[in-house]
């Protein structure tokens, strides 16, 4: 699988306590993500999702650019300043796996949150980087997931 990494970081009006809270509510980060189709919660740090893709006018074929993804969302860590959840399934009938570290600290009357990903991509998604930039197209959607979490949490 390749193995692609993306780091950021926020700042949120909101203190670390009440934004570390949000972010390891599962149901509450689903509504967040653009582009969820349906979800259904496993139980209280597990659901399945389904997401559209948009993979953009650089894909060559009109019926690929459009995608439906299959994922299992997990929170696998909550502590009082760190969530890290793993998305796993399947796009383009391939497999991917993401796992995404996210870090809150204090920052002025607010907070400043840290966040790292690294997503690994099954054989066909290589492949297709033949003919796309994949990795700045899976940094586009981990850059509007990213900032469809801030907007909600703002």
């Not at 997990?74 to 760190?82: D, G, H, K, L, Q």
């Not at 066909?124 to 899976?138: A, P, T």
Request: hydrophobic share 40%; with cysteine.
């Amino acid at each position: 699988m390749a193995n692609l990494h993306y780091s950021g970081s926020f700042n949120l009006t909101k203190p670390p306590q009440e934004v570390n809270g949000a972010l390891s509510n599962l149901s509450l980060v689903i509504k967040c993500i653009p582009n969820v189709v349906s979800y259904e919660l496993i139980n209280e740090s597990k659901a399945k999702v389904k997401f559209r893709v948009d993979l953009g006018d650089e894909v060559p074929i009109a019926e690929l650019r459009r995608i439906t993804s299959d994922t299992v969302i997990e929170v696998t860590e909550a502590s009082s300043n760190e969530i890290k959840l793993r998305v796993s399934g399947r796009a383009a009938g391939s497999s991917i796996e993401v796992m995404l570290s996210i870090v809150t600290e204090p920052s002025g009357s607010g907070s400043r949150v840290n966040w790292s990903a690294d997503a690994s991509l099954g054989r066909l998604l290589q492949m297709m980087s033949r003919f796309i930039n994949v990795d700045s197209m899976v940094e586009r959607i981990a850059n509007d997931t990213i900032n469809g979490i801030v907007k909600c949490l703002s």
